[in-house]
């Protein structure tokens, strides 16, 4: 055989094990793409049954709580309507002595704080304000009965946001469950609410003058308030972020998009 076969030869091989070399390359980072890409589809599959088991459980308890509003309005409200009107009718009796009378001002007053508490828990559990004049005026009344039932002092400038009945309602107990967090456990007096609608979504910023907290022992194990907020910004498709430290307050800051 002479050189130039030889050369030839060696040229040939070398070719064709560089041919295998690349083949190889190739089908092994193919292989891994699709495996990535699998992996992604999994994960992504996860992530919407967990999203689809998550509306599940919130909407169960929507429904639990409008079912508990109504029971209060139709079985107990009545009941404690017909209470105080069968006093008022005893007490018109001129027949009866201080004694009775007092006895029955006593049942018609404690009828009536309880009546007067089952209409606020019906009213906590299921806010008609918000299905008759939208998200905005029902959070302004609940901002408003905070400041007069308590000592603290919201300062609030809000619009309203163009969403579903129960987007609406999921932004509703967001306010709740940081407001309820700040008073209970912030020892806040003092509230800044800011939301507005923006062309993609809307942004929501809640800041408190309470005690703080850390942020990495949240983190780590929220308590059901938190969680309940991280879930519902979930369901909005939203980020949170939040700032807080030892006797400094918090921020809190949700986006939210639309459409995506």
Same mark, same amino acid.
């Given at each position: 055989?002479?050189?130039?076969?030889?050369?030839?030869?060696?040229?040939f091989?070398?070719?064709f094990?560089?041919?295998?070399?690349?083949?190889?390359? /190739? &089908?092994?980072? @193919? *292989?891994?793409?699709?495996? $990535?890409?699998?992996?992604? !589809?999994k994960? +992504? %599959?996860?992530?919407?049954?967990?999203q689809?088991?998550?509306?599940?459980?919130?909407?169960?308890q929507?429904?639990?709580?409008?079912?508990?509003?109504?029971?209060?309005?139709?079985?107990?409200?009545?009941?404690?309507?017909?209470?105080?009107?069968?006093?008022?009718?005893?007490l018109?009796?001129?027949?009866?002595?201080?004694?009775?009378?007092?006895?029955?001002?006593?049942?018609?007053?404690?009828?009536?704080?309880?009546?007067?508490?089952?209409?606020?828990?019906?009213?906590?559990?299921?806010?008609?304000i918000?299905?008759?004049?939208?998200?905005?005026?029902?959070?302004?009344? /609940? &901002?408003?009965? @905070? *400041?007069?039932?308590?000592? $603290?002092?919201?300062?609030? !400038?809000?619009? +309203? %946001?163009?969403?579903?009945?129960?987007?609406?309602?999921?932004?509703?107990?967001?306010?709740?469950?940081?407001?309820?967090?700040?008073?209970?456990?912030?020892?806040?007096?003092?509230?800044?609410?800011?939301?507005?609608e923006?062309?993609?979504?809307?942004?929501l910023?809640?800041?408190?003058n309470?005690?703080?907290?850390?942020?990495?022992?949240?983190?780590?194990?929220?308590?059901?308030?938190?969680?309940n907020?991280?879930?519902?910004?979930?369901?909005?498709?939203?980020?949170?972020?939040?700032?807080?430290?030892?006797?400094n307050?918090?921020?809190?800051?949700?986006?939210?998009?639309?459409?995506?």
């Open positions: 055989m002479d050189k130039s076969k030889i050369v030839f030869a060696l040229i091989g070398v070719f094990l560089f041919l295998v070399c690349l083949g190889l390359i /190739l &089908f092994f980072v @193919f *292989s891994r793409k699709k495996i $990535i890409q699998k992996e992604r !589809e994960a +992504d %599959l996860r992530i919407e049954h967990q689809k088991i998550l509306q599940t459980s919130i909407a169960i929507e429904l639990e709580r409008k079912r508990i509003a109504q029971d209060l309005h139709d079985a107990i409200s009545a009941k404690l309507n017909v209470v105080s009107l069968s006093t008022n009718v005893l018109a009796d001129e027949n009866i002595n201080k004694k009775q009378k007092d006895s029955l001002e006593q049942i018609l007053d404690i009828t009536s704080t309880t009546l007067e508490s089952s209409r606020k828990i019906a009213h906590d559990l299921l806010p008609p918000l299905a008759k004049f939208g998200l905005k005026a029902a959070l302004e009344e /609940l &901002f408003e009965e @905070f *400041s007069k039932n308590t000592d $603290i002092d919201i300062d609030y !400038e809000i619009e +309203d %946001l163009s969403l579903s009945g129960t987007n609406q309602l999921h932004v509703f107990r967001i306010f709740q469950e940081l407001i309820n967090n700040s008073i209970r456990h912030g020892k806040a007096n003092v509230l800044e609410i800011f939301m507005e923006h062309e993609k979504g809307f942004v910023k809640f800041q408190d309470g005690i703080g907290f850390n942020i990495t022992d949240v983190s780590e194990k929220p308590g059901i308030g938190i969680q907020i991280n879930s519902r910004v979930r369901i909005l498709n939203g980020e949170i972020k939040i700032e807080s430290s030892k006797d307050g918090s921020l809190f800051v949700i986006q939210c998009n639309y459409g995506e």
